[in-house]
């Protein structure tokens, strides 16, 4: 966690805060804080899909989609990864801007299709935060701001709840029209089932609606850019990130599972299958 502090005389950000949660080398989710004096900016890009909630006053917003347009306080963004963004305050403001790799709306199969089907006839620039989001936002951007020592796994405890949020509180044709860029947006393929195939729960027709594709173009695709099958590449990810797992200090069974969001069902049969042993007895081998 960083904190920047700058004279507010010198037309800059005030102060800046961040919680980054890192997986594997790959960064999956993070909370920023940024308070601004009247005229400072904040620049940044990102890779991964970007929500931007402006807590207090007022603030321009810049990017390829938004041209310099205006977000009040209780309204919020959304900005695709790869898209620069440029924040400048015009009066004092606060803004909580969330990255996350993927979306994933709880394992919602049907709201998933119809986000990738249904784009809407026209975009969204700006929603108005619900009391659930808003009450949900400023705690985030309260620990974000104010903790020293937070763990970066809770970023990923905080996706989920936005994701949840958003599918429960908002209907969903507005969302798709919202979130449409999602679906439209150019992205290194490597990079979006990497970060994708951690919520497919090894599921090839799930990884396919979370990339926007369908099952064949997704098979047509990995064959071109890995040289193998998408459920091959998945068991091959999950063993090394299961080898992983078990090597963490103290960890249990249920926490393996945790980890990798399995039922102990499920965890059983995948580590019998490929390891050939039991889970206790992995994470004894890993010690």
């Known amino acids: ?38 005229g400072g900016g904040t620049y940044s890009r990102d890779t991964s899909h970007r929500f931007v909630f402006c807590l207090k006053g007022s ?23 790869g898209w620069n963004l440029y924040l400048k305050a015009l009066e004092e403001s606060e803004v909580l801007i969330f990255s996350c790799a993927s979306l994933y709306f709880g394992g919602d199969d049907e709201l998933l299709d119809y986000l990738s089907e249904n784009r809407g006839d026209t975009d969204i620039h700006f929603l108005r935060m ?31 709840q936005l994701m949840i949020t958003l599918e429960t509180y908002y209907p ?29 729960g090894r599921s090839v027709e799930r990884l396919a609606k979370l990339c926007g594709m369908s099952r064949g173009t997704l098979y047509n695709r990995f064959k071109e850019e890995f040289g193998v099958m998408p459920n091959d590449w998945m068991n091959e990810r999950t063993k090394e990130d299961m080898l992983q797992a078990a090597g963490i200090r103290n960890i249990t069974n249920e926490g393996l599972g945790y980890v990798m969001k399995m039922t102990q069902s499920q965890l059983c049969h995948f580590i019998r299958k490929h390891f050939d042993c039991t889970p206790q007895e992995l994470i004894d081998s890993r010690r």
């Open 1 to 38: 966690m960083k904190v920047v502090r700058v004279h507010p005389d010198e037309n800059k950000m005030r102060a800046r805060r961040k919680i980054e949660y890192v997986r594997n080398g790959l960064k999956m989710c993070s909370s920023i804080f940024v308070a601004l004096p009247k």
């Open 59 to 81: 603030v321009r917003i810049d990017t390829r989609f938004y041209w310099d347009e205006v977000m009040a306080e209780g309204q919020m963004a959304y900005v695709p990864g």
């Open 172 to 200: 969903k044709e507005v969302l798709a029209a919202f979130l449409c860029r999602a679906f439209s947006q150019k992205v290194d393929f490597r990079t979006m089932v990497t970060n994708a195939y951690g919520d497919a």
């Open 130 to 160: 619900e009391d659930n989001l808003k009450e949900l936002v400023r705690d985030i951007a309260s620990k974000t701001a104010t903790k020293r020592f937070v763990l970066g796994e809770i970023c990923e405890s905080w996706r989920m």
